[in-house]
Each structure stands twice: as C-alpha cells, then as structure tokens.
C-alpha cells in the first residue's frame, strides 16, 4: 500500500460526498421501506421523488466508493498518526476496508432486491444496515477520542489536503 503525507482533495471531497449521500438513505428511507412493503405484499409499486432518490443515491455511493478504492490503491492513503497504539492502528485499518466492503455489499444487495427481488438480498440488506450504523458510531465517536485522549489532530486530515 502507497503512504502519502496527507489524503487529497478528491479523496477528502469524496468521503464528505459519501458521507451526506449514505446519511441521506437514512434520514429518508421511510419512502423505500413503504413501497417495498406494498410491493411484498402484491400492491405494487408506488413512484415517489423519494424512492428514486434511494436507489440513485445507493448507485451514486457505488461508484464514488469505487472510485475511492481505486484512488487508495493507486495514489495511497497517509499512514496512522504515529502515537497511535498498534491495536488501535489495525481496529482502523480493518474498519476503513470493512467501510468499503460495507458500502459496496450494502448498493450489491439494495440492486439485488430492487431489479432482481432476490429475498436473501432484502435480508442481508436490513442485516448490513445494523452493521454500517454501528461501524459509523464507532467511527465518529473515534474523532474526538483521538483529539482528547490520543491529543492528534486526525479530523484535519480529512478537511485539509496533504501531498
Ligand atoms: C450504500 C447504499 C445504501 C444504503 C446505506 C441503504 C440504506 C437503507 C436503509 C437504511 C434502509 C431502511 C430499511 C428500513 O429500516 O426499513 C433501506 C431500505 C431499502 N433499500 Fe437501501 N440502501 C442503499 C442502497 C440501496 C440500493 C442501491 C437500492 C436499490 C437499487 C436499495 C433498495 C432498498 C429497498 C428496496 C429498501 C426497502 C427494504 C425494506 O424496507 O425491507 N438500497 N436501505
Ligand atoms: C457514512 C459516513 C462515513 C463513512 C462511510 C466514512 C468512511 C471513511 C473511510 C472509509 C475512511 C478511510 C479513508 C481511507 O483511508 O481510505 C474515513 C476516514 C476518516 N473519516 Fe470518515 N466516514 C464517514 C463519516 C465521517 C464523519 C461524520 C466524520 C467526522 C465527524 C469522519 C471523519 C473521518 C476522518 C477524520 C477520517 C481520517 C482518518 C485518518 O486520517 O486516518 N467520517 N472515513
């Protein structure tokens, strides 16, 4: 893996992009989650603004996530702030690929049941929604713990670009 001083402006604009997009599918799922309920139960499908907006938006954090893979694996990511434990390093190494790996099975299985009403899909769908809800907590709350108690500047990283 590539080390760079600093994540780049597109990397730091895409994660911000992502981030709004995927608080989007949750602040305004209740549309999908209706639809998909009367279309389970025979009534069909209802066009709303809404409803598009989450399978776009799902499609959209696709392929921004996969333009992040690419840009991680061809221009690098900075390396973990150098006081930080080596417990600490792996748990965010592994929850930064388990975010990709979250985010792509999360657009997979939402096509899968949408264009393919595959059943197993609309489970893993509900399950993985649980795991990236919780992957997220842990992943905001780890910013003001690296300010307070590790005492680095790790949010800079992702507003300031680095070389
Ligand atoms: C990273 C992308 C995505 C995220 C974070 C996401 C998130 C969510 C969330 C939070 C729900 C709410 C379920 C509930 O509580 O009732 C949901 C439901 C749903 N999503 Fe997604 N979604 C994504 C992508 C997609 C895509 C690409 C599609 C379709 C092409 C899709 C189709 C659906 C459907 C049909 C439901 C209703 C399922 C149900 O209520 O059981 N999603 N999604
Ligand atoms: C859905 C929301 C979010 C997702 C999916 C997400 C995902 C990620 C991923 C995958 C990385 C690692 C980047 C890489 O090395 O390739 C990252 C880094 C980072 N994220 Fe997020 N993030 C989200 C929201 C947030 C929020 C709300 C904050 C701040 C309050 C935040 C702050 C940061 C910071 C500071 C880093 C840099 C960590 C470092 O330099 O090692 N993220 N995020």
């Keep these: 893996m590539k080390q760079t001083s600093g994540y780049s402006a597109t990397q730091i604009g895409l994660h ?5 997009l995927v608080a989007g599918q949750y ?3 209740d549309s999908i989650a209706s639809t998909w309920e009367a279309y389970t139960q025979g009534q069909g499908t209802i066009f709303s603004p809404l409803v598009f ?5 799902g499609l ?3 392929a921004f996530v996969l333009w992040r893979l690419v840009l991680r694996l061809t221009r690098g990511v900075p390396s973990a702030p150098e006081n930080e434990p080596a417990p600490l390093k792996t748990l965010s ?3 930064h690929w388990g975010f990709y790996a ?6 997979v299985t939402g096509g899968m049941m949408w264009f393919g009403d595959i059943a197993a899909a609309a489970q893993a769908h509900n399950v993985l929604k649980i795991v990236l809800l ?5 992943h905001v709350l780890a910013v003001p713990f690296h300010k307070i ?4 500047n790790v949010m800079q990283r992702m507003i300031r670009p680095g070389a």
């Design 27 to 29: 602040i305004f799922k």
């Design 134 to 138: 919780a992957m997220i907590a842990l």
């Design 53 to 57: 907006a989450h399978v776009a938006g």
């Design 60 to 62: 959209l954090i696709l």
């Design 149 to 152: 108690v590790l005492k680095n």
């Design 16 to 20: 911000w992009i992502v981030a709004v």
């Design 102 to 107: 979250v985010l792509v099975a999360m657009s």
């Design 93 to 95: 190494h592994i929850a």
